[in-house]
Structure formats: C-alpha cells, structure tokens
C-alpha cells in the first residue's frame, strides 16, 4: 500500500481555522484527540498521520508550536500570533 503524500489543501484551512478556533486565538494549547474530534464533527476527517503531516508543515511554517503533553503520548497544539 502507498501513502499519500500530499494533504489536500483544502484540509490545510480547516485544519489552520481549527486550530484557531480551539485555541482561542492562542491563549490555550490544544490536545491532539480534540482537534481531530473537532473537525470530524464539522465533517473533515483526518488519521493521526494525516494531521501530524499538517502540524508539521505548520511548526516549519512558525504557526503553531507543537509539544507532548506529559506523559501522554498526545501532542499539545500551540498556535503562535502573528502581531502587525
């Protein structure tokens, strides 16, 4: 079996909205499970893979900080605010 490596960019904006949303603007991180919760429940469904792929481009990017939580072995999701 072969994995995709492209993520539809359409699921690059909700996934951005998403992260936006939970986080309040970035005033509180969010847990993996949540996020993926979230948007299956505006419809987009991701696997893990998937939307670690997207966490990834976005960390590269300097738009979200990601970090384990404990001793989870979810990843916390921080979005970092642009000011100007």
Not at 51 to 60: G, N, Q, R, W
């Amino acid at each position: 079996m072969v994995d995709q490596i492209w993520i539809d960019r359409h699921h690059v904006n909700l996934v951005y909205e998403a992260i936006v949303q939970l986080t309040k603007g970035g005033e509180t991180p969010v847990g993996e499970q949540m996020l993926l919760d979230y948007l299956a429940r505006q419809g987009v469904y991701l696997s893990r893979r998937e939307l670690a792929k997207l966490l990834l481009t976005f960390e590269i990017l300097g738009i979200v900080s990601v970090s384990t939580s404990g001793t989870q072995k979810e990843f916390q999701v921080k979005y970092i605010r642009r000011e100007g």
